[in-house]
């Protein structure tokens, strides 16, 4: 079945350096989310991806949506202690099938 | 709206007992699903439901039985509970199944420890 890998598994940032979760599937994906969970909290919803090659942005935080559609990346400028959480990617890999990444959990050093 | 509602928070259960967590969702939504989250894991689907009336296995439904009588409701029962089942479940609803790429909206999550 559908895998999606996430590197690394865990993260310690100082604060204002920047951090990058790299995510990669087993197979094709139609589209990607990205979600964050606060310690203790439950997974939010951050952004979708759709396009190949497509890059978006919310603030500090880059998206970026492989061109094989196979893999994605987020990058946060400038990390806060505000960004300290778990990262998930969830892929869709067919109709309603989403299967998320094992995440990418981010300390930040004040 | 209040979304996603999970009861019981916090659980502690007897190997061999049976119990069931409650979901419920009030965004109309079609699609409703169960993860359990383990350190180092990741989410891991256990059913999902994409009406009423209709549900299916996940990745680990071993162990859970699921049911969909209303759009609303989404429960999920631990048959007889062992300790490998201690985890944090997750219930899910999104919009319309078949329109790729729906958000999925959690709940607040049930700790459960089985001993």
């Known amino acids: 079945g559908q895998q999606v890998m996430q590197i690394p598994q865990y993260q310690h940032v100082q604060e204002g350096e920047d951090f990058t979760t790299y995510c990669n599937s087993s197979t094709t994906l139609s589209n990607i989310q990205w979600y964050k969970q606060r310690p203790g909290g439950h997974p939010v919803f951050l952004i979708q991806l759709v396009k190949s090659g497509e890059v978006k942005k919310q603030k500090r935080l880059t998206f970026q949506f492989g061109e094989a559609k196979k893999n994605s990346s987020l990058h946060i400028t400038a990390t806060q202690t505000t960004d300290v959480g778990t990262y998930f990617c969830?892929?869709?890999?067919?109709?309603?099938?989403?299967?998320f990444g094992t995440g990418t959990k981010l300390q930040v050093i004040p | 709206n209040a979304g996603v509602t999970q009861t019981p928070k916090f659980q502690v259960l007897k190997t061999g007992q049976s119990m069931t967590l409650q979901c419920a969702q009030d965004?109309?939504?079609?699609?409703m699903s169960w993860y359990r989250q383990d350190p180092g894991m990741g989410l891991r689907l256990i059913h999902y439901?994409?009406?009423?009336?209709?549900?299916d296995q996940g990745e680990v439904p071993n162990g859970y039985n699921v049911s969909r009588s209303t759009t609303e409701d989404f429960p999920l029962r631990l048959l007889s509970a062992a300790p490998s089942q201690t985890s944090v479940y997750f219930c899910a609803s999104s919009p319309d199944p078949g329109n790729s790429g729906n958000t999925i909206y959690f709940g607040e999550g049930s700790w459960l420890t089985v001993v």
């Open positions: 965004m109309n939504h079609e699609y």
């Open positions: 439901s994409v009406g009423a009336g209709i549900t």
């Open positions: 969830a892929g869709e890999g067919g109709y309603q099938k989403v299967t």
